[in-house]
């Protein structure tokens, strides 16, 4: 029986290709003898060792060290596996990171398309407090970058230049805040679009004008959703929470 194999049968049985096995060779991690005709015969102690070589890889050993981890004694070995568990603990947490900021684009894609069809509807704002943001602030900064979703711009909607650009706050925070959510304010929802390519003109005074057909409005806090283009444009996606009284309300100018 024929124990010697090509290159194409090994890289088949091991499902790798055959460039990797070349490359591998080449890199001195084992080695192969030609017949007379040449070519490279495998036999069944080097489909073996290429089998070691892609267990190591899957491992996550780096090529260079392949041969180096072969050589191990049992402490060496056990060393090196706990160092490797330590780094794929690492980046395990950094995917784990990665995944919880895209399902939260992913939300936020879906929270665009909601409000396109659904506006002007009551919810509770769902963070506690913002603070002024200035983005010579490095802590802030770095939050803003973990999640834009947390960048807030702040208006008196009765005199839009009073827009101030913040930040939520994180619970813990010792940080004075410039809004504080209040207990049992009403607040109603819109989308706001924002055409980063003129100067962020934006929506919002039209919006505010459908709502203040019904209501008396106060505080308005835009929370940032997306980028994307839209008819062409690229626009800011924000989703407003203005806080509302009823028209007749008797005494609202205080809470104002």
């Known amino acids: 029986m024929d124990d010697s194999f090509t290159i194409g049968k090994i890289a088949q049985l091991l499902d790798i290709p055959a460039a990797t096995i070349r490359y591998w060779e080449e890199q001195g991690l084992f080695s192969v003898k030609k017949g007379h005709n040449r070519y490279r015969r495998y036999d069944l102690g080097d489909l073996i060792r290429v089998a070691d070589v892609v267990s190591l890889r899957n491992l996550g050993i780096p090529i260079k060290q392949v041969t180096q981890f072969q050589a191990c004694t049992l402490d060496q070995y056990q060393q090196s596996l706990l160092e490797l568990e330590h780094k794929l603990n690492d980046k395990l947490a950094a995917y784990q990171r990665r995944l919880r900021r895209t399902l939260r684009q992913k939300q936020c894609a879906g929270e665009v398309l909601r409000l396109q069809t659904q506006e002007f509807q009551p919810e509770e704002v769902p963070f506690q407090a913002v603070a002024a943001f200035d983005y010579r602030e490095q802590d802030k900064l770095l939050q803003y970058c973990g999640d834009p979703t947390v960048y807030v711009r702040y208006f008196d909607s009765r005199d839009l230049s009073t827009e ?3 930040i ?4 813990d925070s010792g940080e004075g805040p410039l809004w504080t959510r209040p207990e049992g304010g009403t607040f109603l929802t819109f989308l706001i679009r924002e055409l980063v390519h003129h100067d962020y003109r934006s929506d919002v005074e039209e919006k505010l004008a459908v709502v203040q057909r019904r209501y008396r ?5 835009a929370q ?3 980028t994307a283009m839209e008819g062409g444009e690229l626009t800011d996606y924000l989703k407003a929470y203005v806080e509302v009284w009823p028209l ?3 005494g609202m100018e205080d809470a104002l």
């Open 168 to 171: 939520i706050l994180p619970p």
């Open 164 to 166: 101030t650009r913040c």
């Open 217 to 221: 409005t106060g505080k308005l806090l």
């Open 248 to 250: 007749d309300s008797p």
């Open 224 to 226: 940032y959703l997306l």
